[in-house]
């Protein structure tokens, strides 16, 4: 079975200041992680992913994120974020088939 | 490009109406995916297709819940006597989906069901 936490419900944030969104991830199989980015009323975009290789991976809107395997981790972080990043933030496992997400984190970013 | 669509954006119904849902996946898709996101939640997968067959179903998808592909291109998912308990945001999602390989889903803008 597979299964994401996502530590934080809320992330209150001022613009230009750095953000961390948190994720940890349980699974008995191959783990393929993925952020994805959800606007009022619309659905997911996918801003991230890892499959293998690197652990360091780069994603659109200036997002990066580092997959660790031995604190299953797979943490969300921009290092200046804008007033247009406000959004919900879902992270999200996967073997080869469905997506198992988190309960999402708020970014609320404030001039 | 022409994404994932879904038609309606918006449904209202009364408890008790049946209620069907269109997802039109990206065209060289193979796989399609249902989800179903309530206020505050993640999506929780419902179901998914592989070409026009059905391989997995969510305990989620009680039997007033039904989706088809009948050939493999465009879904439809189906709520029979709706509850107030089905309201809710339906998304769909496709992807590329060759077996054993890993592929990130692109998502429709979803069905927001109302029930009253």
């Known amino acids: 079975a597979q299964s994401v936490t996502q530590l934080d419900s809320q992330v209150p944030v001022f613009e230009e200041a750095p953000v961390e969104l948190r994720c940890n991830y349980s699974s008995s199989v191959s783990v393929y992680l993925f952020w994805y980015v959800q606007y009022p009323n619309q659905g997911l975009q996918l801003l991230l992913k890892?499959?293998?290789?690197?652990?360091l991976v780069k994603g659109i809107n200036g997002f990066e994120a580092e997959f660790n395997k031995s604190q299953t981790s797979f943490h969300l972080r921009k290092p200046s974020v804008h007033i247009s990043d406000t959004a919900e933030y879902f992270c999200?496992?996967?073997?080869?088939?469905?997506?198992?997400f988190g309960t999402g984190t708020r970014l609320l970013v404030s001039p | 490009d022409t994404g994932v669509s879904q038609d309606p954006r918006h449904k209202i119904t009364k408890r008790g109406q049946n209620v069907t849902f269109r997802c039109d996946p990206i065209s060289e898709h193979n796989r399609l995916y249902w989800y179903r996101q309530t206020l505050g939640q993640g999506p929780e997968f419902l179901t998914y297709f592989q070409n026009e067959a059905q391989l997995e179903k969510s305990r989620l998808l009680s039997d007033r819940f039904s989706a088809e592909r009948p050939k493999g291109s465009f879904s439809t998912l189906e709520i029979q006597r709706t509850e107030q308990g089905d309201s809710a945001m339906y998304l769909c999602a496709s992807s590329p989906g060759l077996a054993g390989q890993p592929y990130e889903q692109y998502f429709g803008p979803g069905t927001r069901l109302t029930v009253t």
């Open positions: 999200a496992v996967t073997g080869f088939q469905k997506l198992v």
């Open positions: 890892y499959l293998s290789g690197s652990t």
